[in-house]
């Protein structure tokens, strides 16, 4: 697996600069289909749920948590043609890798079904009770 700090050290940004995909792009948007396992219709109905809002941190002026709104960004990536993603895009994707790794490490004993620590990666786009599958 790719270390996603020393890969976000690495880049330069020629990549959106040229046009041309590097391979750790290439790489980290490999790594985020593989952690994201919702599809882009079952993450916009979870994020519609009263569920999806209560669980993540908030800063103090925002009623909408830090991985809700990272949420609402990764729906727009799954959406995108692979061609048009960003460095930004590419940056968020590891921000979301390296969430969904950390807090998998995480994991509480027992059934997670109904727990906080679910709802917070669905936020993120990975419902660790689903196989890696996207089919609903």
């Not at 952690?35 to 800063?59: P, Q």
């Amino acid at each position: 697996m790719t270390d996603i700090r020393a890969t976000a050290t690495r880049r330069s940004g020629h990549a959106q600069a040229t046009g041309r995909v590097s391979s750790d792009d290439t790489q980290v948007t490999k790594e985020f289909r593989q952690v994201v396992n919702m599809s882009s219709e079952a993450l916009t109905a979870w994020l519609r749920t009263d569920e999806s809002r209560t669980v993540g941190d908030k800063s103090s002026d925002k009623s909408e948590s830090i991985g809700h709104r990272s949420g609402r960004r990764i729906v727009r990536l799954l959406d995108k043609n692979e061609g048009d993603l960003t460095a930004g895009d590419h940056a968020h994707m590891r921000k979301v890798v390296g969430y969904v790794h950390r807090h998998m490490a995480q994991r509480p004993a027992g059934n997670v079904t109904g727990t906080n620590w679910r709802f917070s990666l669905m936020n993120w786009g990975h419902d660790p009770s689903r196989l890696s599958s996207k089919s609903d």
